[in-house]
């Protein structure tokens, strides 16, 4: 079993939908999360960082860490075609050591 | 300029070859990181290197190697290639000193290699 599962997809939603993505983890050090974006042809970049178990929103994207449960989501509200990309969770234990990935979803938004 | 930059961007080259792929970096950062992202497999860690004179290996360095020629400048070799080398590449960077402590990585736009 991988440390971390993500669901790769590929997702296909209308345009100003609501979208969840999600990871699930076995390691219960694991304490800081994120989330990262890779547009076609281009390196993964940050989206979202959060720290233990709760909620960070930005924008039109919220994330969200449940711990007990060992589970993460990234929420994108009113979606639009420029989210269009694979998005990969990520989590560490602790800061500023090695990232373990998901295997990232795939995510298209129609016009 | 880009501030993580790979090259080549692209290389097509033969089983037996061998094969470096270049990654420089302006940002001033200390941490550099080899990943390969495979359909399925996610990025998975390769090498990595926290200053010029330390070199770790990461989870599937069999078949690479590295050098950190200077604080900006990591490469990776595949000193034999195979077909199964064959995929995208990464270079990474990241600030032990950053404030916000996020660990965050910077990465490169990518080498995509395929080995026939």
């Known amino acids: 079993q991988k440390e971390v599962e993500q669901d790769p997809g590929p997702l296909s939603v209308p345009e100003g939908a609501i979208v969840s993505l999600n990871c699930t983890y076995s390691?219960?050090?694991?304490?800081?999360f994120m989330w990262y974006r890779q547009y076609s042809r281009k390196g993964p970049e940050l989206l979202m960082y959060?720290?233990?178990?709760g909620n960070k929103e930005d924008g039109r994207f919220t994330a969200q860490v449940d711990k007990s449960s060992k589970y993460i989501s990234l929420f994108i509200r009113d979606s639009q075609p420029s989210d269009s990309a694979t998005y990969l969770c990520?989590?560490?234990?602790?800061?500023?050591?090695?990232?373990?990935f998901g295997t990232g979803t795939r995510l298209t938004i129609i016009p | 300029d880009a501030d993580v930059t790979q090259t080549p961007r692209n290389r097509i080259t033969k089983t037996g070859k061998r094969i470096m792929l270049e990654c420089s970096q302006t940002k001033g950062h200390d941490r550099m990181y080899w990943y390969r992202q495979d359909p399925g497999l996610g990025l998975q860690l390769i090498y990595y290197?926290?200053?010029?004179?330390?070199?770790n290996k990461g989870e599937i360095s069999d078949g690479y190697s590295v050098s950190r020629q200077a604080q900006a400048k990591f490469s990776l070799s595949l000193e034999s290639a195979i077909p199964n080398q064959t995929a995208l590449y990464f270079c990474?960077?990241?600030?032990?000193?950053?404030?916000?402590?996020?660990?965050?990585?910077?990465f490169g736009e990518g080498s995509r290699l395929t080995v026939l």
């Open positions: 990474a960077t990241s600030d032990e000193t950053s404030d916000a402590n996020t660990g965050e990585l910077f």
């Open positions: 990520a989590m560490s234990a602790p800061p500023n050591e090695k990232l373990t």
């Open positions: 390691n219960s050090a694991f304490q800081y």
């Open positions: 290197s926290f200053d010029v004179k330390d070199i």
């Open positions: 959060t720290y233990s178990s």
